[in-house]
């Protein structure tokens, strides 16, 4: 009722009634003028020009909602799931109310969850309602990329509404950016001896160099020896896995080469023969969307070894034409 019962004051004292309130919810900008009525009491009171029965208050209006946005991962691959977190503090004085954080993600990126520390969550609005002066509340979001978004650039910016203006006295950091990993992985073979001879030992060659836009993850490729020729050694150790042919890379940085050497002997009884060792493309975490510039097979003709001429040597033979042709150990013998 508002009723005060004081009951006796002495001449000349003093009763005092000390009211604590809350200021509500929504009143930001509005004066509010509290009115008391003047004491009365048993006895008539001659005066009251010096009553002093309102008082006003003026409800402060500077809003200061500050956003933070950050992300986990920011050069994911394509058909990664990403995590965005968004930070909301009330750096005013004043209480927020209606506040509505709104996070619409980029094209490229598709929506999965969003758990609030308060308030609701529809996307892209994040309705967190009111906020208190010094109020922190977050909101946590995933997203997956999509998986035609290899080498895209997306960036997401969040931003808010209330029924305060937001003076913006602290700066926003409402924006993060990713960049969708993609690769140039370009595969190379070649053969030491192109023209060997039977039983000779060869090596074949592999290099695989990271010419995309960021580091590739994952690579492997395979490389089978053909029927032709043994396997003896590589260096690359256990990397390279002589029975399946897998050569397990890991990761290549931006711009690197990774180089695989395979010492081989040429099989017996390949005279004439021509052999064909074909590696497959090499293939990371990160889709390549070229294949300019791979060189994926090589061929080795084995070739029929030198006669070495001595003085045992000599007789006649049939030359090109058809002509037959005497021949001694200083002769020398071509095609």
Do not use: C, H, R
Not at 105 to 116: A, E, H, Q, S, Y
Not at 319 to 329: E, K, Q
């Amino acid at each position: 009722s508002g009723l005060w019962t004081i009951g006796t004051v002495a001449n000349g004292d003093t009763a005092t009634l000390i009211i604590t309130a809350t200021v509500n919810a929504g009143t930001s900008g509005d004066t509010i003028t509290n009115s008391t009525t003047a004491a009365t009491g048993d006895q008539t009171d001659p005066d009251t020009t010096t009553d002093d029965l309102e008082a006003e208050i003026t409800i402060l209006t500077d809003s200061d909602i500050v956003l933070t946005k950050i992300v986990d991962n920011a050069t994911p691959n394509a058909g990664d799931t990403v995590t965005y977190t968004v930070t909301v503090t009330n750096k005013g004085a004043a209480v927020v109310t209606g506040l509505v954080v709104t996070d619409a993600l980029p094209i490229g990126l598709i929506v999965g969850t969003g758990t609030p520390s308060k308030g609701t969550w529809s996307s892209p609005a994040w309705n967190v309602g009111t906020l208190a002066s010094g109020e922190e509340v977050s909101i946590v979001i995933t997203a997956v990329v999509g998986l035609d978004q290899d080498g895209a650039v997306l960036t997401n910016t969040v931003t808010n509404t209330q029924d305060q203006t937001d003076s913006n006295v602290t700066a926003d950091d409402a924006s993060e950016t990713i960049t969708v990993s993609s690769s140039n992985l370009v595969t190379i073979k070649t053969v030491s001896d192109d023209t060997p001879n039977e039983g000779d030992t060869i090596v074949y060659t592999i290099t695989v160099e990271n010419k995309g836009g960021t580091d590739a993850t994952g690579v492997t490729l395979t490389d089978l020896l053909p029927i032709g020729v043994t396997y003896v050694s590589n260096d690359q150790g256990t990397a390279y896995n002589k029975g399946s042919g897998l050569w397990t890379i890991g990761s290549i940085a931006n711009g690197i080469i990774a180089t695989l050497n395979i010492t081989a002997t040429v099989d017996a009884g390949t005279l004439g023969d021509k052999i064909t060792n074909t590696t497959s493309a090499a293939v990371g975490d990160q889709t390549d969307p070229t294949t300019v510039g791979d060189d994926l097979d090589v061929d080795i003709i084995v070739d029929i070894p030198p006669v070495a001429m001595d003085d045992s040597i000599s007789g006649l033979v049939t030359g090109t034409s058809g002509v037959l042709m005497d021949i001694s150990s200083d002769d020398t013998l071509s095609d």
